[in-house]
């Protein structure tokens, strides 16, 4: 029974590294997402990572004063940017997997935002809004990689973004 288990973990495992492009190999024909300069910080936020250079943050519920948003605080510059669009080249855009195999409240499916430049955010699903909740920054490269439920633990619905630093400091 542990055989089977650790066989199909290897294979989940495999799959995942080989559908994850080359970070260095990728080539971006336009920026990697769209923003706005705030005057002021966000009221209400929470959060999920911060490096030297950026901390990430969202607003997940909010009302309309303080609406559903995603944030970054350039740590250098200290300024607050309103992340507004994240480029979908060399995304990848996942769905959730059946609903008899894993219990979810909402099914997000991503793949749409193929046929679209820009996702925007929020994310929608059918039932609920998403924001990027895990972050990773690659300084050989100088891209974060922006997850997308990744709770899920599943290879099938994980979402991800690209984004480049230096779009990020270029936000006026």
């Known amino acids: 029974m542990?055989?089977?288990?650790?066989?199909?973990?290897?294979?989940?495992?495999?799959t995942a590294a080989c559908s994850v492009q080359d970070r260095d190999a990728m080539q971006f024909s336009r920026?990697?997402?769209?923003?706005?300069?705030?005057t002021h910080v966000p009221k209400?936020?929470?959060?999920?990572?911060?490096?030297?250079?950026?901390?990430f943050a969202f607003r997940h519920s909010g009302n309309s004063d303080y609406p559903p948003g995603f944030f970054a605080y350039d740590i250098v510059r200290n300024r607050w940017l309103e992340l507004t669009d994240l480029s979908t080249e060399h995304a990848v855009l996942g769905r959730s997997p059946d609903f008899a195999n894993v219990p979810l409240q909402s099914g997000p499916d991503f793949r749409a935002l193929e046929r679209s430049?820009?996702?925007?955010?929020?994310l929608r699903t059918s039932g609920s809004i998403v924001f990027p909740d895990k972050i990773l920054f690659s300084s050989a490269t100088g891209l974060y990689r922006l997850d997308c439920t990744p709770e899920v633990n599943r290879v099938v619905p994980l979402t991800s973004f690209w984004v480049r630093k230096i779009d990020l400091d270029e936000i006026r």
Do not use: C, Q, W
């Open 44 to 55: 209400v936020h929470e959060e999920i990572y911060h490096d030297e250079y950026y901390k």
């Open 117 to 122: 430049d820009y996702a925007p955010l929020p």
């Open 2 to 14: 542990n055989r089977i288990y650790f066989t199909i973990a290897l294979i989940v495992s495999m």
């Open 31 to 38: 920026p990697t997402l769209k923003g706005t300069l705030l």
